[in-house]
């Protein structure tokens, strides 16, 4: 698992003051899962994370761009 959506993923979570166990809920997964994910532990199918992203009212796209400029951001440095 890409640990560029895990870390986005718990940024959201965080900004929008929910558990692990609060976004599991909404999301329709455990919190053992978002842990995982959020550690760049979990293999999970994309479906899956995009659904936890649906949370958030984002997409694959928003992670995809987002990790693509920090490494342009990091080969700038």
Known sequence: MDKSIGSFIRERRQANGLT????G????VGTRFISEVERGKASVRMDVVAQVLSVFGKSL???????TENREAEEGS
Not at 61 to 67: A, F, K, L, T
């Open 61 to 67: 796209g928003v992670v995809e761009r987002s990790g």
């Open 25 to 28: 809920e909404l999301a329709g």
């Open 20 to 23: 692990q166990r609060e976004l």
